[in-house]
């Protein structure tokens, strides 16, 4: 298995830590917010390693292509389903945000599976739209995170890039219907 492969098991890994954290904080229990962020910037920042050492050392694998998004989605899955749950944040995005980036993920991991069950080639890459909808998540989860005020107009920015991308991506997938 190459390195690259085990930065994104160490990601899925971070996750549950990540989302325990994030839940468990609460009054009286600051730290727990800062040992949240921290455990997802390491967490995020093995995602842009993983891509770099990959393409640097020339490890890109079919299971990296595979793991990396699957790794994403948990990690943002848990982090903004963990938000519901983290009521002393001086920020949280609006519900519908929340919504948006849980049912964009669903529809596209329902439409892979759908397309693969069909017998119809899915590439797995994923486009620069998905790449930048993926930071403006993690970035906005980030700044929650460091009760930054910008994360206001920021989660209205990442919920529209939320949906755009969504479309591209259901938009791609029909046109591979025979």
Same mark, same amino acid.
């Given at each position: 298995?190459s390195?690259?492969?085990y930065?994104t098991?160490?990601r899925?890994?971070l996750?549950?830590?990540?989302v325990t954290?994030?839940?468990?904080?609460?009054?009286?229990?600051e730290h727990?917010?800062?040992?949240?962020l921290v455990?997802?910037i390491?967490?995020?920042?093995?995602?842009?390693?993983d891509?770099?050492l990959?393409?640097?050392?020339?490890?890109?694998?079919?299971?990296g292509?595979?793991?990396?998004?699957?790794?994403?989605k948990?990690l943002?899955l848990?982090g903004?389903i963990g938000l519901?749950?983290?009521e002393?944040?001086?920020?949280h995005p609006?519900?519908?945000v @929340?919504?948006?980036i849980?049912?964009?993920?669903?529809?596209?991991?329902?439409g892979?599976f759908?397309?693969?069950?069909?017998h119809?080639p899915?590439?797995?890459?994923?486009?620069?739209l998905g790449?930048? @909808?993926? @930071?403006?998540q993690?970035?906005?989860?980030?700044?929650?995170l460091?009760?930054?005020?910008?994360?206001?107009?920021?989660a209205y920015? @990442?919920g529209?890039?939320?949906i755009l991308s969504?479309i591209?991506y259901?938009?791609?997938g029909?046109?591979?219907?025979?």
């Open positions: 298995m390195i690259p492969n930065l098991l160490f899925i890994i996750t549950p830590v990540f954290v994030l839940i468990s904080y609460g009054p009286g229990k727990l917010r800062v040992w949240a455990i997802f390491i967490a995020a920042l093995t995602d842009a390693l891509g770099i990959a393409r640097v050392l020339n490890q890109k694998t079919h299971l292509q595979i793991l990396d998004p699957v790794a994403d948990l943002l848990g903004y519901l749950f983290a002393p944040l001086l920020y609006p519900l519908w @929340t919504i948006t849980i049912f964009r993920d669903l529809v596209l991991t329902v892979f759908t397309l693969h069950m069909l119809v899915v590439d797995p890459q994923p486009n620069l790449k930048l @909808t993926t @930071t403006f993690m970035v906005l989860l980030a700044f929650i460091f009760e930054w005020r910008a994360s206001v107009p920021l920015l @990442t529209f890039v939320t969504g591209v259901v938009m791609k029909l046109k591979r219907i025979p």
